[in-house]
Protein backbone atom coordinates (compact mmCIF):
# COMPACT_ATOMS: atom_id res chain seq x y z
CA UNK A 1 0.00 0.00 0.00
CA UNK A 2 1.10 3.41 -0.95
CA UNK A 3 0.41 6.28 1.80
CA UNK A 4 0.83 9.66 1.04
CA UNK A 5 0.46 11.72 4.31
CA UNK A 6 0.61 15.70 4.57
CA UNK A 7 3.32 16.10 1.76
CA UNK A 8 3.81 19.75 0.91
CA UNK A 9 6.41 21.09 -1.30
CA UNK A 10 7.45 24.70 -2.25
CA UNK A 11 9.56 26.18 -4.71
CA UNK A 12 11.52 29.47 -4.24
CA UNK A 13 12.75 31.87 -7.06
CA UNK A 14 14.02 35.59 -6.97
CA UNK A 15 13.18 35.58 -3.46
CA UNK A 16 9.59 34.38 -3.74
CA UNK A 17 7.98 31.32 -2.39
CA UNK A 18 5.68 29.28 -4.92
CA UNK A 19 3.91 26.68 -2.77
CA UNK A 20 2.88 23.81 -4.59
CA UNK A 21 1.98 21.13 -2.42
CA UNK A 22 0.23 22.12 0.93
CA UNK A 23 -0.49 18.83 2.57
CA UNK A 24 -1.59 16.22 -0.17
CA UNK A 25 -2.92 12.95 1.89
CA UNK A 26 -3.63 10.14 0.07
CA UNK A 27 -4.29 6.02 -0.21
CA UNK A 28 -3.02 3.73 -2.66
CA UNK A 29 -4.53 0.37 -1.81
CA UNK A 30 -2.27 -2.71 -3.51
CA UNK A 31 -3.32 -4.16 -6.82
CA UNK A 32 -5.50 -0.60 -7.19
CA UNK A 33 -5.33 1.50 -10.29
CA UNK A 34 -5.91 5.56 -9.38
CA UNK A 35 -5.65 8.19 -11.40
CA UNK A 36 -4.50 11.90 -10.41
CA UNK A 37 -6.43 14.85 -12.22
CA UNK A 38 -7.06 18.06 -12.04
CA UNK A 39 -5.86 21.67 -13.63
CA UNK A 40 -2.48 23.41 -14.75
CA UNK A 41 -0.61 24.29 -11.53
CA UNK A 42 -2.78 22.06 -9.10
CA UNK A 43 0.55 19.80 -8.14
CA UNK A 44 0.14 16.38 -9.95
CA UNK A 45 3.29 16.15 -11.56
CA UNK A 46 5.33 17.99 -8.18
CA UNK A 47 3.34 15.30 -6.43
CA UNK A 48 4.33 12.43 -8.73
CA UNK A 49 8.20 13.77 -8.46
CA UNK A 50 8.06 13.70 -4.89
CA UNK A 51 6.76 9.76 -4.83
CA UNK A 52 9.57 9.23 -7.34
CA UNK A 53 12.30 10.88 -5.82
CA UNK A 54 13.42 12.96 -8.70
CA UNK A 55 12.87 15.93 -6.50
CA UNK A 56 12.44 16.32 -2.47
CA UNK A 57 9.31 17.16 -0.84
CA UNK A 58 9.74 19.74 2.30
CA UNK A 59 7.66 17.53 4.43
CA UNK A 60 4.91 14.73 5.33
CA UNK A 61 5.62 11.04 4.61
CA UNK A 62 4.95 8.64 1.66
CA UNK A 63 4.64 5.44 3.15
CA UNK A 64 5.24 2.22 0.49
CA UNK A 65 4.69 -1.20 2.47
CA UNK A 66 5.58 1.13 5.57
CA UNK A 67 8.55 2.15 4.61
CA UNK A 68 8.92 6.01 4.26
CA UNK A 69 10.44 6.56 0.56
CA UNK A 70 10.77 10.49 1.60
CA UNK A 71 13.95 9.76 3.94
CA UNK A 72 16.82 7.82 4.03
CA UNK A 73 20.42 7.89 2.31
CA UNK A 74 20.58 8.10 -1.02
CA UNK A 75 21.78 4.24 -1.16
CA UNK A 76 18.63 3.49 0.73
CA UNK A 77 16.53 5.45 -1.73
CA UNK A 78 17.96 4.12 -5.01
CA UNK A 79 17.25 1.04 -3.82
CA UNK A 80 13.51 1.37 -3.65
CA UNK A 81 13.41 3.44 -6.56
CA UNK A 82 15.55 0.07 -8.40
CA UNK A 83 13.03 -2.70 -6.70
CA UNK A 84 9.90 -1.05 -5.74
CA UNK A 85 9.15 1.64 -8.49
CA UNK A 86 8.31 1.13 -11.70
CA UNK A 87 8.30 4.21 -14.27
CA UNK A 88 6.11 4.98 -17.25
CA UNK A 89 6.55 8.60 -19.21
CA UNK A 90 4.98 10.78 -21.21
CA UNK A 91 7.89 10.31 -24.01
CA UNK A 92 8.61 6.34 -23.54
CA UNK A 93 12.43 6.88 -22.93
CA UNK A 94 13.34 3.89 -24.86
CA UNK A 95 16.72 3.45 -25.49
CA UNK A 96 16.56 3.64 -29.75
CA UNK A 97 19.96 1.75 -30.45
CA UNK A 98 18.65 -1.07 -28.47
CA UNK A 99 15.56 -3.48 -29.62
CA UNK A 100 12.42 -3.59 -27.46
CA UNK A 101 13.39 -7.06 -26.10
CA UNK A 102 16.38 -4.96 -24.62
CA UNK A 103 15.01 -2.32 -23.89
CA UNK A 104 12.70 -4.54 -21.11
CA UNK A 105 16.20 -6.56 -19.95
CA UNK A 106 17.97 -3.19 -19.09
CA UNK A 107 16.63 -2.88 -15.92
CA UNK A 108 16.78 -6.34 -15.07
CA UNK A 109 20.74 -6.14 -15.79
CA UNK A 110 20.86 -3.70 -13.34
CA UNK A 111 19.19 -5.62 -10.98
CA UNK A 112 21.66 -9.02 -11.64
CA UNK A 113 19.33 -10.92 -12.60
CA UNK A 114 20.14 -14.38 -14.47
CA UNK A 115 19.81 -14.53 -18.08
CA UNK A 116 17.34 -17.57 -18.12
CA UNK A 117 15.11 -15.31 -15.19
CA UNK A 118 15.21 -12.35 -17.69
CA UNK A 119 14.59 -13.95 -20.54
CA UNK A 120 11.66 -15.97 -19.06
CA UNK A 121 10.29 -12.86 -17.72
CA UNK A 122 10.56 -10.70 -20.56
CA UNK A 123 8.84 -13.47 -22.84
CA UNK A 124 6.04 -13.53 -20.24
CA UNK A 125 5.75 -9.46 -20.38
CA UNK A 126 6.15 -9.47 -24.43
CA UNK A 127 3.11 -12.07 -24.30
CA UNK A 128 0.89 -10.33 -21.55
CA UNK A 129 1.23 -6.51 -23.54
CA UNK A 130 1.02 -8.50 -27.07
CA UNK A 131 4.29 -7.49 -28.49
CA UNK A 132 6.01 -10.58 -28.96
CA UNK A 133 6.14 -9.87 -33.16
CA UNK A 134 8.08 -6.65 -32.02
CA UNK A 135 10.68 -7.94 -29.78
CA UNK A 136 13.67 -7.44 -31.97
CA UNK A 137 12.50 -4.27 -33.55
CA UNK A 138 13.63 -0.66 -32.47
CA UNK A 139 11.50 2.12 -30.66
CA UNK A 140 11.52 4.05 -34.21
CA UNK A 141 10.28 0.99 -35.87
CA UNK A 142 7.30 0.69 -33.77
CA UNK A 143 3.61 2.53 -33.11
CA UNK A 144 3.60 4.96 -30.07
CA UNK A 145 1.26 2.46 -28.54
CA UNK A 146 3.48 0.15 -29.18
CA UNK A 147 6.38 1.70 -27.65
CA UNK A 148 4.03 2.81 -24.64
CA UNK A 149 3.07 -1.05 -24.11
CA UNK A 150 7.06 -1.68 -24.17
CA UNK A 151 7.30 1.10 -21.65
CA UNK A 152 4.61 -0.81 -19.13
CA UNK A 153 6.52 -3.84 -19.73
CA UNK A 154 9.83 -2.67 -18.73
CA UNK A 155 8.43 -0.83 -15.80
CA UNK A 156 6.91 -4.21 -14.35
CA UNK A 157 10.51 -6.15 -15.28
CA UNK A 158 11.80 -6.35 -12.19
CA UNK A 159 8.13 -6.49 -9.96
CA UNK A 160 7.80 -3.32 -8.25
CA UNK A 161 4.88 -2.62 -5.70
CA UNK A 162 3.30 0.63 -7.80
CA UNK A 163 3.94 2.14 -11.07
CA UNK A 164 4.40 5.71 -11.90
CA UNK A 165 2.67 6.98 -14.50
CA UNK A 166 3.35 10.39 -16.05
CA UNK A 167 0.73 11.31 -18.59
CA UNK A 168 1.34 7.76 -20.27
CA UNK A 169 -1.52 8.37 -23.11
CA UNK A 170 -0.19 12.24 -23.58
CA UNK A 171 1.60 11.72 -26.85
CA UNK A 172 -0.69 8.92 -28.39
CA UNK A 173 -4.10 9.09 -30.78
CA UNK A 174 -7.17 7.24 -29.46
CA UNK A 175 -6.69 3.48 -30.43
CA UNK A 176 -2.99 3.59 -29.20
CA UNK A 177 -4.25 5.58 -26.11
CA UNK A 178 -7.24 2.59 -25.11
CA UNK A 179 -4.01 -0.20 -25.90
CA UNK A 180 -2.22 1.56 -23.16
CA UNK A 181 -5.06 1.63 -20.76
CA UNK A 182 -5.94 -2.42 -21.88
CA UNK A 183 -2.26 -2.67 -20.54
CA UNK A 184 -2.52 -1.26 -17.32
CA UNK A 185 -5.54 -3.44 -16.68
CA UNK A 186 -4.01 -6.40 -18.09
CA UNK A 187 -1.01 -5.69 -15.28
CA UNK A 188 -3.38 -5.20 -12.53
CA UNK A 189 -5.27 -8.20 -13.01
CA UNK A 190 -3.01 -10.54 -13.99
CA UNK A 191 0.18 -9.91 -11.71
CA UNK A 192 -1.86 -7.48 -9.11
CA UNK A 193 0.07 -4.16 -10.54
CA UNK A 194 -0.87 -0.67 -8.70
CA UNK A 195 -0.89 1.72 -10.55
CA UNK A 196 -0.88 5.24 -9.46
CA UNK A 197 -1.32 7.83 -12.88
CA UNK A 198 -1.01 11.50 -13.42
CA UNK A 199 -3.08 12.44 -16.24
CA UNK A 200 -5.46 15.07 -18.16
CA UNK A 201 -7.18 12.39 -20.13
CA UNK A 202 -11.06 11.73 -18.60
CA UNK A 203 -11.21 8.50 -21.06
CA UNK A 204 -7.99 7.58 -19.36
CA UNK A 205 -8.91 8.21 -16.23
CA UNK A 206 -12.52 6.43 -16.63
CA UNK A 207 -10.54 3.34 -16.18
CA UNK A 208 -9.26 3.68 -12.50
CA UNK A 209 -10.37 2.41 -9.42
CA UNK A 210 -10.67 5.63 -8.28
CA UNK A 211 -9.87 9.50 -9.45
CA UNK A 212 -7.91 11.85 -6.75
CA UNK A 213 -8.52 15.64 -7.92
CA UNK A 214 -5.72 18.00 -7.25
CA UNK A 215 -6.74 22.11 -6.85
CA UNK A 216 -4.47 24.36 -5.79
CA UNK A 217 -1.89 21.97 -4.46
CA UNK A 218 -4.76 20.48 -2.03
CA UNK A 219 -6.99 17.33 -2.92
CA UNK A 220 -9.67 18.93 -4.15
CA UNK A 221 -12.29 15.49 -3.64
CA UNK A 222 -12.08 12.14 -5.06
CA UNK A 223 -14.46 9.62 -7.27
CA UNK A 224 -14.74 6.34 -6.97
CA UNK A 225 -15.53 3.92 -9.93
CA UNK A 226 -18.57 1.98 -9.29
CA UNK A 227 -19.77 1.12 -12.36
CA UNK A 228 -18.24 0.71 -16.27
CA UNK A 229 -15.98 2.85 -17.84
CA UNK A 230 -18.80 4.33 -20.05
CA UNK A 231 -20.79 5.48 -17.13
CA UNK A 232 -17.92 6.39 -14.80
CA UNK A 233 -17.01 8.91 -17.82
CA UNK A 234 -19.92 11.02 -17.67
CA UNK A 235 -20.05 11.43 -13.83
CA UNK A 236 -16.15 12.14 -14.26
CA UNK A 237 -16.68 15.11 -16.60
CA UNK A 238 -19.06 16.49 -14.34
CA UNK A 239 -16.69 16.29 -11.36
CA UNK A 240 -13.24 17.83 -13.34
CA UNK A 241 -15.75 20.65 -14.51
CA UNK A 242 -15.84 20.91 -10.79
CA UNK A 243 -12.39 20.62 -10.22
CA UNK A 244 -11.83 23.22 -12.80
CA UNK A 245 -14.26 25.76 -11.51
CA UNK A 246 -17.10 24.44 -14.17
CA UNK A 247 -14.30 24.82 -17.04
CA UNK A 248 -12.93 20.75 -17.82
CA UNK A 249 -9.38 21.41 -18.76
CA UNK A 250 -9.15 18.55 -21.61
Known amino acids: ?82 HKLGFVFQDFMLLNG ?11 IIAGKSQKKMEKNTDNLLSMFHIEDIAKKYPPEVSGGQKQRAS ?35 AKE ?3 ATIFMVTHDAFAASYADKVIALRDGIVFGELL ?15 TRKVNGEEYDA
Not at 98 to 108: K, V
Open 190 to 192: KIG
Open 98 to 108: LTIQENIFLPQ
Open 1 to 82: MLEIKEVTKTYNSKGISYPVLKGVTATIPDGSFVAVMGPSGSGKTTLLNCLSGFITADSGKVLLDGQDILTGNETALAEIRQ
Open 225 to 239: RRGQPKEFLDELLDF
Open 152 to 186: IARALSNNPSIILADEPTGNLDTKSSAAVIGAFLD
